[in-house]
């Protein structure tokens, strides 16, 4: 087990796990917020974390929020590098019919951390020739 330090702006904002299992930490939002249909909206999470080398953390939307509102994270999944310890923010996009408001306290992303393998590039003048190739997108099988 790992130990992450985190800072909080007030009590109301702790992360939680709603099951001892989950594989993420819920964080809240540090406002009110409202994002209008087809509009974005920039939410803190009053939450700072020092992840330690080695180590990642990557925001994602809680499912809720696209089920239940249709909003999602607008870059999909936000990155934490080791090193950054500024406030977690998010920002937030609106893709369905009706305006969204979010209270204070409210969970709308949630934290995951994970170990990084030690990874050396090398530059090379060709790669190895595999089955796949350069095939891209929609080349294993139907749309």
Known sequence: MIHI???IQAPELTPTRAHDDDAGLDL??????RIPVGGSVEVSTGVAVSIP???????HSRSSLGFKYDVSLSNAT??????????????LSNRGQNPVTFNRGDRIIQLIIH?????NYIVVKDLEVTQRGDAGFGSTGAA
């Open 53 to 59: 080398k080695g180590y990642v953390g990557y925001v």
């Open 28 to 33: 809240r939002t540090a406002d009110d917020v």
């Open 5 to 7: 330090p985190m800072t």
């Open 115 to 119: 170990k990084l393998p030690q990874v």
């Open 78 to 91: 936000g990155v934490i590098d080791a090193g950054f310890t500024g406030i977690i923010r998010a920002k």
